[in-house]
Structure formats: structure tokens, C-alpha cells
């Protein structure tokens, strides 16, 4: 069994239980009435997020989708500013203008998310192609779901990225819906990973609710991108816990898969691998969870206290 140092399965704990408890308190929040346009939450994925991040350096770039909280955070996004632009304020991460369908910062390496699904992969492509021709050494890793393997923009990307071998991970978060379609109505394969065959592009299928696993397949990713050897593609099979989005209460899914996947939880589970190993115990674990619990709440003191937007910059970045 691999032995990881104590400090790194602290904070891949402190991670995913951040994540877990934000998107909790985001969605008791949006029911207030409190934030602007709608939310998609990423509960039940926190492992996919925080397991690719661990892997990746912070000046490696990741593309955020829709669903993409977790991986902000994953990627060293301040909660204080992801907040803020969830309630529209003037301190948020894109100045209160993109909401939660388009946050990002790249100061930390989090491209500004696009909600249309595929949209971000030809884009990562071409962050790719740019650190290949520069020399950066940097990688890229495009986060994008099992819905997004079936558009045109996603397969011209993986093209690009094979026949230049781009340094550049196509990470499928698959859980398995569509919003409300499941994966069997529109695929025959069996593993999202056999369409990466096609364009000879290595392709892994992980339990992306493992973030131990997920991080192991992704650091074997990065170094196979930094040696100039291409991209690769991981599906990681994970589930939402939540609808699609605040106003779907998910009645189209099975309850009996509904309930093997809670038994599979990643935040109890790995909270429960922790306590099998020594050098932790439960005092320490429950100091985890309270330090990201102050995280938390200085986050939602921090939004609720900063100011709107001012109406004369309601303009500004505006190019088209």
C-alpha cells in the first residue's frame, strides 16, 4: 500500500471537506434568496477536484466547467473571493460580474469557466499549444463532463492535442446524467475512455471518488504531458448528489443507485481511511473540519459585507 505523508492526506481532507461544507451553505444561502441567478453544485465530486489538483503545480492551468466550485477551490481559488462573486459583489473573483457559471483566476491557474458544455476543451488546447511553443513546461488539465465527449468542439480538440502532442489532460468527471439524461440514452460504449483510442491518445478509467487514485493517475499524466509524450485522457466515475441544478429535485434517478453511491460518499469515506491510520485520530480530524469551517464563514461574513458593484463599471470589459 502507498504510504503518503501526513501532511498531504490533511490536506486532501481539508479539501474535499472545505468543498463538501461551501457547496452545503451555498445552497442553504441561494434559498434565502441571498445570491443572483442560479447555482449547479458539485457535492458527491469533491474527490475528481481535489485528487487532479493535489497533482498539478500552481502554474499549471485548469478550465472550469459549470459545475466548477470544487475545482476552483481544488486549485487554490480564495474562498473569500469565489464567494463574493457568487453573491455578485464587487470583491468576487471576476468583480461580481460572472455569477457562479463564470468564475476563474489565473492567479492560481483557474481559466474563467464557460458554461456552454465543450466550449472550454478547443481553448485548453490552445493554452497547451502555447506552453508546448514557449518552453513553460506547464500543463494543462480541462475539466468537462460525460455529456461533453459527444460535441464537435471536444473531439477537435482531442485531435489537435494527439497529432501535436500537447501537454494537456482531458479529465471527464462521468456521473452519469446529462441533467436529466442518463449516459446509457446517448453512448454504446462501455467506457468513455475507448473514444480516446480513436484518436490514439492514451485513455484511463478511474473510481473518481478515490482522491488517492485519482491523484496517482494524474500525476502519471502530467509527467507522460511535461515529457513532450502528448495527452492524455482519464473518465473518472463519480455522481452528483444533488440535481442538475437548484430547481431539479432529481426524481428521474434510480433510488437504489442513488443509495450505493452515498455508501461510496467521498468525504466519509476518506475521513474514515484517515482514522484507520495512526497518525490520525479523531481529535485531529475534527480539527480539520473545524478549521475550514472558520474558512467557510469568514467567506460568507466576507461576501455579505463587501459592496455591489458601482453602475459605471457596468461596461468595462466588455469587447463585443
Known sequence: MDVFE????????????????????????????????????????????????????????????????????????????????????????????????????????AFPSIAIIGASSPIAAGMAFAFKQHGTGQVVCNFHGDGTVNKGDWHEAMNLAAIWSLPMIFMCENNFFGVSTHISDVLLNESLAERAAAYRVPGKTIFGNDPIEVFKEVSRSVVHARNGEGPTF?????????????????????????????????????????????????????????????????AVEFALSSPQPPTERALEDVYA
Open 6 to 109: 501526513k501532511e498531504f492526506l490533511e490536506e486532501i481532507y481539508r479539501k474535499i471537506y472545505l468543498i463538501r461544507n461551501f457547496e452545503q451553505r451555498v445552497n442553504q444561502l441561494f434559498l434565502k434568496g441571498l445570491m443572483p441567478g442560479t447555482i449547479h453544485l458539485s457535492h458527491g465530486q469533491e474527490a475528481v477536484a481535489v485528487g487532479t489538483c493535489m497533482a498539478l503545480k500552481k502554474d499549471d492551468v485548469v478550465t472550469l466547467t459549470h459545475r466548477g466550485h470544487g475545482q476552483a477551490l481544488a486549485k487554490g481559488m480564495s474562498p473569500r473571493s469565489l464567494m463574493a462573486e457568487l453573491f455578485g459583489k464587487s470583491t468576487g473573483c471576476c468583480g461580481g460580474k460572472g455569477g457562479s457559471l463564470h468564475i476563474g483566476d489565473m492567479g492560481v491557474g
Open 234 to 298: 482519464i473518465e473518472a466515475f463519480t455522481y452528483r448528489q444533488g440535481g442538475h441544478k437548484r430547481d431539479d429535485p432529481a426524481t428521474y434517478r434510480d433510488e437504489v443507485e442513488v443509495q450505493a453511491w452515498l455508501k461510496q460518499d467521498p468525504v466519509s469515506t476518506f475521513r474514515k481511511r484517515i482514522l484507520h491510520d495512526s497518525r490520525f485520530d479523531e481529535e485531529l480530524v475534527t480539527h480539520l473540519e473545524r478549521e475550514a469551517e472558520e474558512v467557510l464563514e469568514d
